[in-house]
């Protein structure tokens, strides 16, 4: 198992430019998410999704699209990209909402992005 | 609403000496998750602990411990005879019992273990 992978690992944008960051897991884990790292600020929430064609927003979505259309990937849309934007994104995924589990949240490595 | 707090922005110690990083939390759930996780010096996120709301034993790993106080909402984590590879900052998180695909993380603490 790779297990949670995203790609690029650096990208650099300029100010209104759009691109995609990808994230993919073969673990066939149902709940994906993005987050961003931003300093002193931890990791705060984007979007999330519950399993193919179902995804519902986080706690700071603005600026960002996302979609779902199978299991294994989750692409994050940066629409117009933003100085504000300039940060680590975090892709991470779970095996399913199960309490009585161990399931835990598997983050991949990370993408850093600037925006000039 | 939920939030996790981690006073300590940064710690500094020598090798060997053991260390306490605080996490405090504050939730409306009676059934929720807590988690600690590490990030090194190369960045990716390295889980360490999940631990649920009914369950306030202390836990222990090698070095690693961890101590559950509901009372105090405090999910501590103490290192024992620190290392330098333990060098990294350190995420508390919280979840609700049934949406662990969303996490609420600390700002972090970053520990530095010096030689």
């Known amino acids: 198992n790779a297990g949670v992978t995203q790609t690029p690992k650096f990208q650099v944008l300029k100010t209104g430019q759009s691109m995609t960051l990808q994230c993919a897991q073969d673990m066939n884990h149902e709940y994906m998410s993005w987050y961003r790292q931003d300093p002193g600020m931890g990791l705060r929430l984007i979007h999330y999704?519950?399993?193919?064609?179902?995804?519902d927003q986080g706690e700071v979505p603005n600026g960002y699209n996302v979609s779902r259309s199978t299991t294994e990937d989750f692409p994050l849309r940066l629409l117009s990209a933003a100085p504000s934007q300039t940060s680590v994104y975090f892709c991470?995924?779970?095996?399913?909402?199960?309490?009585?589990?161990?399931?835990?949240?598997?983050f991949g490595p990370g993408t850093r992005l600037t925006v000039l | 609403a939920q939030k996790v707090t981690q006073a300590q922005t940064e710690i500094s110690v020598v090798e060997k000496e053991d260390v306490t990083l605080d996490c405090v939390y504050e939730?409306?759930?009676?059934?929720?998750?807590l988690f600690w996780y590490k990030q090194p010096p190369s960045g990716e996120l390295v889980f360490l602990i999940r631990?649920?709301?009914?369950?306030?034993q202390n836990e222990i790993s090698g070095r690693y411990s961890w101590n559950f106080q509901k009372s105090t909402s405090s999910f501590n984590f103490t290192i024992t005879a620190s290392q330098v590879v333990d060098s990294a900052v350190y995420f508390c998180a919280l979840s609700e019992a049934d949406n662990t695909d969303k996490l609420i993380f600390g700002t972090g603490t970053r520990l530095q273990v010096f030689p």
């Open positions: 939730t409306r759930d009676t059934t929720y998750y």
């Open positions: 631990r649920n709301s009914f369950d306030e």
């Open positions: 999704s519950v399993g193919a064609g179902i995804t």
């Open positions: 991470a995924s779970n095996i399913g909402r199960n309490p009585t589990s161990t399931d835990t949240q598997y």
